[in-house]
């Protein structure tokens, strides 16, 4: 089968055998297919379980979550099916779109964007009346886009003209649009970015500078937080008035409360993250069993942001490292994918997507058991629906559509060397 | 092939470095769980459960006779929390859309405040997003349940915000009657006076305990973990509110009129030693007169003359003398070593005990009882102390009594003047209380009775424990001695020459008693000119042949006191006590109040169907003039009956018409027919309305109803 005819075929849907159609199109590594359904089925199963406290508050029906994360989870999978379906060669376009796009929609949030928990990071669509994330979005094309840079650059990639340029300003604007309402998420796109770059094989020395040139604000504000932490009364001293506006001020109180905290203090900052912790320690190694999470009720995000903790919880410290290794072995298909990949734009789009997304699960694990501050990443594919967990499911399609190919492929050159054999073999018979 | 290699061993090397990252989230975990995992576990049980106590009920107090002193009733604090997820959600849509409506609701449910200000305020407490903004404090339950159906608070907690935060309140409904002795009862069951402090352990009853687990946005109970409330006991007093009333009208009044400091009347039944009144009022530094402490129990003075009966008794008793025996008085005047004790009035000489008595002369008492028990004083203390003037009362609300004090020779202050002192009344410190009871036993035919406060122990309307009069003292002395005794104190009102008989005497039946003029110092300054203020005392019991009731009123003067006698301030107090419990206990033709009205004639107004179910019910035969409309007015007369339709009641009218005595029902129903608005205060009938019966009105005009 040519490209022209996949895409033909994706535009001109044979319906009238979909259903067993459906099943014999669905292609790509089945070990990834298999981790995204069993992560869908714990995600219907986690929120559920901790959806109660909020179903009540808000006065619906424990089971509403339930049948709205269904909903979400039948729609990402025909997101992912469709998006394997394409000829992952389109994306090298797309990603420029997207990237293009993306720019202008950063702003329009930064600006006008509706403000939840402070930081002004979503939008809402017209039509569907459905807020999301535009850094979400932007997070995708720019990894997309980051793919074709470096694809398409290796063979000057150590120029810095040529070569690092054309892939590292393409993140820093991403990254300074993210940053003033969601300083956490352009962290975790900036570190994920310098390790594609490391991947990529840009230059050490060019990684290490700019890596030096980002951290220079970082740096900056774990000094401030630190020196105007007033150890006596635990309180942030008055802050100087330019660093009063905006949410600077919440990053300086969450660095102090990560650094200064001590398991006994009792204050508000520490809520969350405390809760959680009494979630892990209540866990033991098997768990309470699915349903059972008390931490759900005083959790606050249990369902999103908290959910590894109600994974602990639940299911045990054996449940916790099952979903480690889940996400382990779905970055070691990924790489799989990438060895069999003959092109290089297909390659850097399995690990650049993959590696994305196990680093954010290992970032809200990480924030779940206190290893990182508090940042607000949710747990792909698992934490309760939303824009987030569609843009995952588009990813993961796109990295099937790499998949799919690489199978194509293969199938391809082993039918031709079967033919071959078996010519070879028609003209042993011949010759004998 | 070379670049992909290159690129192979860092995609490892990255691969690595995710996995040794799961590696120290596993560590992590598995170090809070298994490390620090009692402390979370310690600490995460203390934040999920907790123990909700469950109030108990306290109970009422009642009076003797039924009516309610003092009771709880649940009141309730309204707060909102504007940062309720369902009153913010959609940019606060559900507020908005209810703010208007609400305040609208609220304005006219408490009328306090015009609605367009709660708006503003709701909105302002909105903007700040307050979340425990008080919105109303102290409503009562039918406000309560009217605002329960208001708009945005019927759609529950969680989307209103609404926070109802009940409690319960103690109120008085007679106010200020012997509310000293009723008690207050407070936050802090410590700082209880009176009665619900003394039996603050049977009211308050057991608070239960409930253990609660915090689940799905609220605190749950845990099945079977529950310890229920057992409801505080009621209590019956021995007080009578007709009594009371009257005690503490004739207290009052005599003290607004004589400027009098403070002053105690208490009603004891003879019989029982049952405390049936007991009014207590201090003068406040504004001038107005409260229930501050309670003067009849708590506070122990010098006496003054009403002591002279311990001390008659002692010496009957002793048979050192009789009634009839002869004092001279020595013209009213007489030095104990050194020490010069007068008479009020100067000038007599020789004259009887019992003359000596009715004219309360401190002179015949000092030397008397100098003469007998100056070289044995002892003699003397122990008939005091058989009078139980020595020690408490014994009276129920042992907090608040006074402890008194009777010297002995043993003490350090006793001197060669101390009998004379004492026996006039000085010198030692009793409660108008302990007085009475030595009066009350003397009526009682010597058997002194135990006061008490409170008669039984109810509960859930049934008496678990009655509490029976106490005898303290079988007999006190001899039916001598008490008959001798009784003649004086009959003579104080009946003789012409008696302290008291101006005032106290009356025809219809006889009291005894005696007066008392006690010179006390003021705030402790001493006996000097300028602080001396008298105290006003007069004991005694009617009607004298058989006692009923023991009253004593005594009354602390103040300097501008027109009044300073015993008699006059006292008695008259007494009298008029008196008189109202002759009237209306022992005897009431005299005194029976004419206020009723003549029954034989009953108006009433209704419906003309309710009238006549209820004429027939009654087997009462009835006439109707009128030919149409609902309402009629009823005529009874002799058990005949008459209704007609007056102009008033058709609604076509524009004449108020006449809705006194209709139950609330009834007039709400014909004055909205007619276009009037009706505000309402009170329950029960119609008692009055503030639109005249018969004048005219325009539509839509206010009238408010009174009822009772």
Known sequence: MSEQTNIRSFFTPDFSNMGGNLVKKTKGDRVIWAIVILLTLASLLLVYSSTGSLAYRMSKSNESYLFKQFAFIILGLLIIYFAHRINYTIYSKVALILFLISIPLLLYTLLFGVQLNAGSRWIKLPVINMTFQTSDLAKLALFMYMSRQLSRKQLVIKDFKKGFLPVVIPVGIICILIAPANLSTAVLIAGTSFLLMFIGRVSTKHILATLGIALIPVVLLITIAVSTYDKQTGETKKLPAFLASGRIPTWISRIQTFVYSKKDDDNEKLYQINQAKIAVANGGWLGKGPGNSTARNFLPHSYSDFIYAIIIEEYGLLGGAAMLCIYLLFLYRCIRIYKKCPYAFGAFLALALSFTLVIQAIANMGVNVNLFPNTGVTLPLVSMGGSSFLFTCLSIGIILSVSRNVEQQEGEEALKKTKQIAKEEAAAVVAV | ?708
């Open chain 2, 1 to 708: 092939m070379e670049i992909k290699k290159d690129i192979l061993w860092r995609v490892y090397l990255c691969f690595i470095g995710m996995a040794v990252l799961s590696v120290f989230v596993l560590g992590r975990a598995i170090y809070i769980q298994q490390v620090q995992g009692s402390f979370w576990r310690g600490m995460g049980d203390s934040l999920h459960l907790k123990y909700l106590p469950i109030d108990a009920e306290r109970g009422s107090i009642y009076s003797e006779d039924g009516n309610m002193l003092s009771t709880s009733v649940p009141i309730f604090d309204v707060y909102i929390d504007f940062g309720a997820d369902g009153l913010r959600e959609k940019q606060g849509k559900r507020f908005k859309d209810n703010v208007d409506s609400l305040s609208i609701s609220l304005a006219a449910l408490f009328e306090d405040k015009p609605a367009a200000t709660y708006e503003k305020e709701l909105k302002l407490a909105y903007k700040n997003k307050e979340r425990y903004y008080p919105l109303k404090k102290k409503i009562s339950f039918d406000q309560y349940k009217a605002m329960r159906d208001f708009p945005l608070v019927r759609q529950g907690r969680n989307k209103s915000g609404f926070i109802i935060d009940p409690r319960d309140k103690r109120i008085n409904p007679y106010v200020l009657l012997a509310n000293r002795t009723i008690g207050l009862s407070r936050l802090n069951p410590k700082q209880n006076v009176g009665l619900e402090l003394t039996y603050d352990s049977l009211l308050r009853g057991t608070t239960g305990q409930r253990l609660m687990r915090y689940a799905a946005g609220t605190y749950m109970p845990v099945e079977g973990a529950e310890l229920d409330p057992v409801n505080g006991k009621d209590i019956v007093t021995t007080l009578d509110t007709y009594i009371q009333d009257v005690a503490q009208n004739a207290l009052m009044k005599m003290m607004v009129n004589n400027n009098s400091l403070h002053g105690t009347v208490i009603v004891m039944e003879t019989a029982t030693g049952k405390i049936k009144a007991i009014a207590n009022l201090g003068k406040q530094p504004d001038g107005t007169y409260i229930e501050d402490l309670n003067y009849g129990i708590g506070k122990a003075t010098e006496p003054g003359s009403i002591f002279k009966l311990a001390t008659l008794l002692s010496l009957l008793e002793d048979k050192y003398v009789t009634i009839k025996s002869i004092v001279n008085t020595e013209g009213g005047v007489k030095s104990f070593s050194g020490l010069r004790i007068k008479d009020s009035h100067l000038g007599a000489y020789e004259m009887t005990v019992k003359e000596a008595f009715e004219r309360s002369s401190n002179v015949a008492f000092a030397k008397l009882a100098d003469q007998y028990y100056g070289s044995e004083p002892t003699k003397f203390t122990d008939h005091l102390a058989k009078f139980r003037l020595n020690q408490m009362t014994g009276v129920d609300i042992v907090a608040s009594s006074a402890k008194p004090t009777i010297k002995t020779p043993k003490n350090r202050s006793w001197s060669k003047t101390t009998i004379p002192y004492m026996a006039h009344g000085y010198e030692e410190m009793v409660t108008p209380l302990h007085m009475l009871m030595l009066y009350n036993a003397v009526a009682n035919n010597g058997k002194m009775m135990k006061p008490y406060l409170v008669s039984a122990i109810r509960d859930y309307g049934v008496d678990i424990k009655k509490i029976e009069p106490q005898v303290l003292v079988e007999k006190i002395a001899s039916d001598e001695t008490l008959a001798q005794a009784r003649e004086c104190l009959k003579a104080v009102v009946d003789s012409a020459h008696g302290t008291a008989h101006k005032v106290v005497f009356d025809s219809l039946y006889s009291i005894s008693g005696k007066t008392g003029t006690a010179v006390t110092a003021l705030d402790n300054k001493g006996y000097n000119k300028g602080n001396k203020i008298y105290q006003a005392s007069f004991i005694g019991y009617f009607p004298s042949e058989a006692p009923k009731y023991s009253i004593a009123v005594v009354i602390q003067n103040s300097r501008e006191s027109k009044l300073v006698y015993g008699a006059d301030v006292s008695g008259r107090v007494f009298k008029e006590v008196s008189d109202h419990i002759y009237g209306h206990f022992i005897n009431n033709t005299k005194y029976a109040y004419t206020a009723a009205a003549d029954t034989s004639m009953h108006v009433s107004s209704g419906m003309r169907s309710d009238l006549g179910s209820i004429f027939s019910y009654l087997n009462i035969i009835y006439r109707d003039s009128a030919v149409s409309g609902a309402w009629r007015r009823m005529q009874l007369v002799n058990n005949s009956a008459s209704m007609s339709t007056p102009a008033d009641f058709q609604t076509s009218s524009a004449v108020t018409p006449n809705v006194i005595g209709m139950g609330l029902k009834d007039a709400v129903y014909l004055l909205e027919n007619k276009g009037l608005k009706i505000t309402v205060t009170g329950r029960g009938k119609v008692v009055n309305q503030s639109l005249l019966a018969g004048t005219n009105f325009t539509k839509g005009q206010k009238i408010s109803l009174l009822l009772n």
